[in-house]
Nanobody, 126 residues
Framework: QVQLAESGGGLVQPGESLRLSCLGSGRSLSEYTIAWFRQAPGKDREFVAHITWSTTTTYADSVKGRFTISRDNAKNMVYLQMKSLKPEDTAIYYC????????????????????WGQGTQVTVSS
């Protein structure tokens, strides 16, 4: 089973950018669908973005046009580039993996993912 580790979180001001990284170990991520989810205090976990093995991407409406998910199979990494950050983007961000094919809708549901990282905190505040 693949292990995942997120990094890159931090405290930024509204309008600034951050890039989160998700490093895989134990297995190559090249055949996995990788997704980013986030959870804000007192709120349910929500889908942010995912990328399939063929680099097809899907985004939540709340981040579309501001966030970009990408992968570098040579480095076994998946990235989440976040621009024009807003206070409502404040949350713990998690990456998750699933090897078998998922429908576009299925890949927005956390229960379909097998492995999760420990999360990285993103705080957007002035």
């Amino acid at each position: 089973q693949v292990q995942l580790a997120e990094s890159g979180g931090g405290l930024v001001q509204p309008g600034e950018s951050l890039r989160l990284s998700c490093l895989g170990s134990g297995r190559s991520l090249s055949e996995y669908t990788i997704a980013w989810f986030r959870q804000a205090p007192g709120k349910d976990r929500e889908f942010v973005a995912h990328i399939t093995w063929s680099t097809t991407t899907t985004y939540a409406d709340s981040v579309k046009g501001r966030f970009t998910i990408s992968r570098d199979n040579a480095k076994n990494m998946v990235y989440l580039q976040m621009k024009s950050l807003k206070p409502e983007d404040t949350a713990i961000y998690y990456c998750a993996s699933h090897k078998a094919p998922l429908t576009t809708y299925g890949a927005t549901m956390g229960r379909n993912f097998d492995s999760w990282g420990q999360g990285t905190q993103v705080t957007v505040s002035s």
